[in-house]
Each structure stands twice: as structure tokens, then as C-alpha cells.
């Protein structure tokens, strides 16, 4: 198949911005200064960093606390886990290549790394849609009392991760490929190729996993602020309505801007040079919106999660507790060596009570309400 060979077009060869044959997995780019890309290894290290711990404490919180585990959260953590295996994988290699300047790791590391970053990307995109749409439904009930069940969170949630797979599978079989950047740091779908299986992938690939979540998160978005609104005008003469009103408007406006700030560029990129293929761009320059849609990952925890208040109690009593489990550890040693010098019958009855009053604690903050 054609994705399984080393591919000889100009996207990977020979490049308008630096000398001829350039190859992207031997040298660096010889037009880009080496000081650009320590920087960007830099900011690939505290964008991975935050993404991995960001996510890595969502998923924990969740399946710590039993209150979290509901079904509306589950998009929630779907979420944190795309972003996660984005880090994982696109956000520690572009940190090693871009400290060696090159893709030092070969062509076969180049398709799988394009390919994972836009499988896992298109997850984390459309479970943004997802969790939109479900917003939707559990506030405006536009079919009527229907409660949101884990079967349906799950039924998306497997609709999300098929759908994404089957369109970020096609390059690896020859529908178009996957291909280093102008900058030869990273690997992504073949923008730059004008030939007609590249375009039409392009095309329908922007479309499908682009404008269609775009356009479910604007009218799900869009609907709820028309019901907040009609609530505000129903009850405007009570003034508690008016604060949950607007910090939920505000919440939503933060949650589209984000979005549109995080993948407008590099949506904006791909329709350029799918549309004019033949267009020379500073390679630093082309590099910038896919680098910036990668900060994704570390904008959407603090938005859907950190910015929820239960799921911010449970994360502060988290850590607190593991804060005072090590200080009961660091003091049992202490507490033994005291109970020692006890009679035998003391010593056990001693036992007996840390270990109901440990139990009892225990019990009681998992029950608590976070």
C-alpha cells in the first residue's frame, strides 16, 4: 500500500524553504535557527507536562468518588482521556524531535505518531460535541422527561471513537498519508500534496470531523442560552436567577471562545494549503497552528472540570486526604514504639481503638459529600 512506503513527494523530500532533498528524518531544516527549536521543545515540555498531571488528576478523581462516576460525567472523562494519550504520545515525541531538530525516529514513527495524534485529537474534538449535545439534552429536554442513562453516555462515547477511527484510518491504507510538517518536527495528514486523493481526503476529512462538531457545539450551545434566557425573562423579578443565569452564559461563551481559539488556526491552515497547494509558507510560520492546537489539551480540563464546582471539591479532598494518610503513616511508627511499653490487654485494646477510629474516618469521607 502507498502509506507503507517512504512516500516521494515534496512534503517529505525536497522542500521550497531549504536546500534540495532536504530530508526531514536525517537533518534539520537548515533555514530555521536551532534556537527555535529548543523553544519549541520547551513549550512542548510545559504543555505535555500540564496536559498529562491535568488530565491524569481527572481521571483519578473520577474513579475515586462514586458521586462522580454519573453518566453525564462520562464524556467528561472520555475527554480527559483523549487529551491524555495526546500528551502521551504527539506531545512526548514533538518535545524529542524538536530537541534533536529533525524526526530522528523514521518514517514508520512519523505515520504512527500523525496517526495517533489525529485519532486521539478527533476523539477529545467530538467529545467536546458530545458533551455540548448531551447539555443540551439534560437542560432544554427537548424530548421531554427522558432522564440521560449510562447506557446512552456509552452509546456515544463508542459512536465518537468509531466514528474517529474511521476517518483518521484512511491515510495509513493509501487514501491520502500521513507526513512531517514544513518544519520536520511533526507528522500530520498530507496538506501540502495537490494531488486529487489528498484533496478529496482533506476535504471530507475537515468537513466530517471540523464543521460537523463545530455546528453541533454552536446550535447545543446556542439552544441552552435561548432557554437560560427564557428563564431569565419568566423570573426576572427573582434576583437569584440572575447570578446562576449569567455564570452559566459566561461558562459557555468561555467554553466556544476556547474552542475556537484552540483549533480555528489550524483549520484555517489546512483549508489554505488544501486550496492552494503551491503557496509558500515560512515553515515556522505553518508550524504555529499545529503547536497551538495541542494547548487544547491543557485548556480543557481547567474549563470542563476545574471549573466545575463537585468535581473541584472532590479533587481538593483527594489530595487533602492523601495529605493526611501520610501524616498517619509518618506517626504510626511513633504510636507503636509508645504502645510497646504497654501491658499486653492495653496494647490490644489500644490496637483496637486507632483502628475503629481510622475505619470510622475512612467511612465517613467516603460518604462525604464532595
Known sequence: MDAFRAPENESLLPSSSGPARWDPFRRPLDSIQPWHFRLLAAVMLVVTSLSLVE?????????KFKQLRQPVNYVIVNLSVADFLVSLTGGIISFLTNLKGYFYMGYWACVLEGFAVTFFGIVALW?????????????????GNMHLSGKHAALGIAFVWTFSFIWTIPPTIGWSSYTTSKIGTTCE???????YTDRTYIIAFFTTCFIVPLSVILVSYGKLMQ???KVRNTQSRLGTTRKPERQVTRMVVVMIVAFLICWMPYAAFSILV?????????????????FFSKT???????????MNKQFRKC????FSRSAIETTESNMNPTSERAMLTQDKRGSEM?????????????????????
Open 315 to 318: 479533587l481538593i479532598q483527594m
Open 127 to 143: 467529545s467536546l460535541a458530545l458533551l455540548a449535545f448531551e447539555r443540551y439534552i439534560v437542560i432544554c429536554r427537548p424530548l
Open 55 to 63: 488530565n491524569l488528576a481527572v481521571i483519578l478523581v473520577t474513579f
Open 274 to 290: 488544501t486550496a492552494y497547494p503551491s503557496i509558500e509558507l515560512d515553515p515556522c510560520l505553518a508550524a504555529v497552528p499545529a
Open 189 to 195: 495528514p498530507n496538506w501540502y500534496s495537490g494531488a
Open 350 to 370: 489500644s490496637t483496637m481503638a486507632v483502628r475503629s477510629t481510622v475505619s470510622k474516618r475512612k467511612t465517613g469521607d467516603e460518604h462525604s459529600n464532595c
Open 296 to 306: 487544547a489539551t491543557v485548556y480543557n480540563p481547567v474549563i470542563y472540570v476545574f
Open 227 to 229: 432557554k437560560l434566557r
